[in-house]
């Protein structure tokens, strides 16, 4: 029965990649964008806190691509990216002073993703879906009010965890300009790692992960380097 399995899941793959002999093409380019990002597990790490909420942190994203396509609907994608991640705080001043600052996280990334696409004569639509795997570059605590402050974030035992992982998930549309196409691509990243380095004697009972949460918004330019 396991052949059987093999066998279908080779077969529908070259079923869908049969026109590669004829379709294929490497393209390249990079994008840049925003990242809107949070940490997962707000409610356990708030918990016995009063006036406190969570603005998302905005961060910048810069990123290179390559995709080859396989088909006129498949593609395989990678990149290699830069990413600012974390969180907001915000405490409003009633029993306790206020108080407003955030968490940012810079990454390095590299998303590997299967890209499904399909061409309207010069528009191009598409939906991406694969793992991500990141390391960690720096991190500071900022202080907004009442007073301006940073504080840089270490990693390692206790600390922050310089890898990460998680799952990519995206669409966008490209239009043909030019040489190649200028695309936007809307993305979310689900974090599988926590971002603390925490022993497990340090975690408790009720211990709850601390991962990655992120929505980014990004446009950029992707040129083909090779031919139909």
């Known amino acids: 029965m396991k052949n059987v399995y093999v066998f279908t899941f080779l ?4 079923f869908i990649a049969e026109p590669a002999v004829y379709s294929q093409k490497f393209t390249a380019g990079g994008k840049i964008g925003m990242g809107i990002s949070s940490l997962s597990n707000w409610e356990y790490r708030s918990s016995g806190s009063e006036n406190k909420t969570r603005p998302r942190l905005v961060g910048l994203l810069v990123n290179l691509t390559g995709k080859y396509q396989f088909s006129d609907l498949l593609g395989l994608q990678a990149e290699f990216q830069y990413i600012q991640k974390g969180e907001g705080l915000k405490i409003a001043g009633s029993d306790k002073a206020a108080y407003k600052g955030k968490t940012r996280i810079s990454y390095l990334t590299i998303p590997v993703l299967i890209n499904v696409s399909h061409d309207f004569d010069k528009i191009v639509v598409y939906g991406v879906l694969g793992p991500y795997f990141g390391f960690g570059l720096s991190g500071k605590s900022i202080s907004l009010e009442p007073y301006n402050g940073e504080k840089e974030l270490k990693f390692g035992k206790g600390e922050l965890r310089r890898f990460d992982m998680g799952l990519s998930i995206g669409a966008g549309a ?3 300009l030019g040489p190649g196409d ?47």
């Not at 077969?11 to 070259?14: E, G, H, K, P, V």
């Not at 979310?188 to 918004?217: P, Q, V």
């Open 11 to 14: 077969a529908l793959i070259q």
């Open 174 to 176: 490209g239009y043909r």
């Open 182 to 228: 200028v695309f936007l691509d809307l993305r979310y990243d689900l974090g599988f790692m926590d971002i603390y380095s925490t022993s497990d004697e340090d975690k408790g009972t009720n211990y709850k992960a601390t991962c990655n949460r992120s929505f980014c918004i990004s446009v950029g330019y992707l040129i083909p380097l090779g031919k139909n």
